[in-house]
């Protein structure tokens, strides 16, 4: 998953993963401003080591997260690369902590 939705900033189409354009990271960043999971993607259901319902075995935030770390480590002349100039995409984007608490339990 992260390789597909880093590929636009590979390619120089997006700078960053919000920006991404077709991509489920864009899409699961839009429904985390607004407190929700985006119903066409298979939910993030978060602990692996819990009887959960299916879905994928980590929190949307840790993904996030881990798009903008990978992004990152990347440099800056290399293809992927997020500049390390800008912010982290959680105080990019500025979602709430309440919206961050109704995706995450």
Known sequence: MAYVDLNPIRAK???????S????IQRRIHSAIKGEQPTELLPFVGNEHLNM???????VKDYIVHIEDTGRILR?????AISSNSLHILNRLNISAENWLKITT
């Open 76 to 80: 800056e002349d290399k293809h992927c």
């Open 13 to 19: 189409m997006a700078t960053s993963p919000e920006t």
């Open 53 to 59: 319902p299916n879905g994928l075995m980590f929190s």
């Open 21 to 24: 354009g077709h991509t489920s």
